[in-house]
T-cell receptor, first 116, second 114 residues
């Protein structure tokens, strides 16, 4: 089955700096890669996703990149703010294939702390 | 609120008791998932419904666990004879019929078995 590795496990940055979180996946058939933000006591919130036919996607201060050959993808947050502090999860899934159930395999998470 | 709704938010139970959780997905979403999340870990897949049909169950879902989705609407997850190792956050997610892959999670039910 799919295996997703995520690094680093913790990341501390100063407000205004950039943060980068990296993930690798094992199943070359995976073609959908979402990122979730989880605040304490809450469920994961989908913040951005990327599909295997795209190399990069941006949404305001966040961006994701995907390297299919190397089977890794990254989350970039620019101009970090204290409210960006949370646990971030990457995930991988196979969508669109016959019989696929679209289940997500998650990394272990990155605790991002943005210091004012 | 049109998001995924889970009840209860918290449940404390004694070992050996049965518990049941409910999930109300986003309306029109035909795919519904249950995940389990333990402290410091990412969510792990438990089971998947497409409409009312349960199409996949993880090895994590022992025979003490059962899930239903009658009429393809809300879903319930029951744990019988709870054990301390069942303590976790149980998350429900739903995805639209368009099959684009986006999954939207509820706030979860935090189970503590004492």
């Amino acid at each position: 089955g799919e295996n997703v590795e995520q690094h680093p496990s913790t990341l501390s940055v100063q407000e205004g700096d950039s943060a980068v979180i990296k993930c690798t996946y094992s199943d070359s058939a995976s073609n959908y890669f979402p990122w979730y933000k989880q605040e304490l006591g809450k469920g994961p919130q989908l913040i951005i996703d990327i599909r295997s036919n795209v190399g990069e996607k941006k949404d305001q201060r966040i961006a994701v990149t995907l390297n299919k050959t190397a089977k890794h993808f990254s989350l970039h947050i620019t101009e970090t703010q204290p409210e960006d502090s949370a646990v971030y999860f990457c995930a991988a899934s196979r969508v669109g294939s016959g019989g696929s159930n679209y289940k997500l395999t998650f990394g272990k998470g990155t605790l991002l702390t943005v210091n004012p | 609120d049109t998001g995924v709704s889970q009840n209860p938010r918290h449940k404390i139970t004694k070992r050996g008791q049965n518990v049941t959780f409910r999930c109300d997905p986003i309306s029109e979403h035909n795919r519904l998932y249950w995940y389990r999340q333990t402290l410091g870990q990412g969510p792990e897949f438990l089971t998947y419904f497409q409409n009312e049909a349960q199409l996949e169950k993880s090895r994590l879902l022992s025979d003490r666990f059962s899930a239903e989705r009658p009429k393809g609407s809300f879903s319930t997850l029951e744990i019988q004879r709870t054990e301390q190792g069942d303590s976790a956050m149980y998350l429900c997610a739903s995805s639209p019929w368009t099959g684009t892959g986006e999954a939207f999670f509820g706030q979860g039910t935090r189970l503590t078995v004492v």
